[in-house]
Every structure is written in C-alpha cells, then in structure tokens.
C-alpha cells in the first residue's frame, strides 16, 4: 500500500497573552479557546463538510479541569462537530501540538481519514507549568535523569552548553531557510503556542533579519 500524500490546508491561532489574573484569558476556559480556532476554521473552509473530519487531534501538558476531559473529543462537540467524529488528547509536553499533527497525518496517509484537525492549547494563566504534577522520587534517588530535566529552563540551558556552536543567529537563519524551502517562496508555516494550529505566514515574516530582532 502506498501512503497518499498530505498537505496542511489551513491554520488559525488565537493570539498570544499574559497570564495571571489581569491576562486577556483568565476569564476564558482552556477549551473555549479550542472551540473559537475550530469554529474559525471551518468558517474559512465553506467547502469542508463538518462530518468529513476524521479526527480532532488536540495537545495539553497539564490535562486537568478545562484543559481534561479528552480535549479533542470534548472541543469538537463544543464547535459543532457532528458527535460521529471523533477526537482525542496528546501530551508530550512542548513538543505536543507538533506531535498532534504528525500524529494525524499519518492518519490521512494511510487512508484512516481524508481531513483531520490538530493542535494544542495551554493556558498557563489558568494552569501554572507543574500544577499537579507529582514526579516520582526515584527519578533523582536513582539518577534515571538529571535534576535538571524537571525544569525547561534549565534544560535550555544545558543544551545551550552541549552545543554552543548552534547560536541564535544560527537557528534563525535555519529557521528562514527552513520556512522558505517548505513553499512556493510565497506563503509558508510554522507553529505556534497558545490554542495553535498551524499558522499561515508570509515569508516576509519569516526573514532571518526579522528572526534575529526577535527575543530568544
């Protein structure tokens, strides 16, 4: 059987806010911020009957409270999903919304579903990194991993010691390169955070010189 090939059709995001009690979503639900990017794109995409969908693939670190319940099943019901298409939660932590997707076109690469919807949310207003998270002792009594592992920044910075030679000027211009060789030259994506789905970008937007005016 050969796989079919997939494409990535569209992509919308909410934007970008601070968290805590004055943020612009500490009075909006984790799931309602799933809902509004669903809904957004399925009225951007007239054409796509709601019942096509085959899977609503949806990312969250901390699944507790709004950001529980199966987030992909539960928000697709909330955005009018027929109940016949189904949906399902993914945690890999920072990485999770990018494996929601790779998850899902593999779907549509081996014919389980023609059209599928992926993402991720995390609203760390609502769910502070590392609220209700109880790691097991053994993991640092036993050294299976560095203390450090617990902590994303002080992953970062190890990574930064282990490979000093991958600079931020380095990685920007990988980046852009990155960007402009997955298009036409024209348009191309990337991924974001918040409730993200794959975003459409200029390349304009996606320059080295624009990266690297941007904070690490």
Known sequence: MRARDVV????VRTPFGKSGP?????ETRADDL???VIRELLRRNPNLPPERVG???IAATTQIGDQGLTIGRSAAILAGLPV????YAIDRMCAGAMTAVTTVAGEVALGAADVAIAGGV????????GEGVDPNPRFVSEQLVDESALFMGMTAENRHDRFPAISKQRADAYAAALAASAS???VTWTWSGCAGFAVAASTELTSATWLGSTRT
């Open 84 to 87: 016949t298409v189904p949906g």
């Open 34 to 36: 799933v809902v509004r």
């Open 184 to 186: 036409d030259g024209r």
């Open 122 to 129: 995390e609203h760390m207003g609502r769910h502070p990194m």
């Open 22 to 26: 004055k943020g612009i979503y500490a």
């Open 8 to 11: 990535f059709v569209d992509g």
């Open 55 to 57: 899977e609503v693939a």
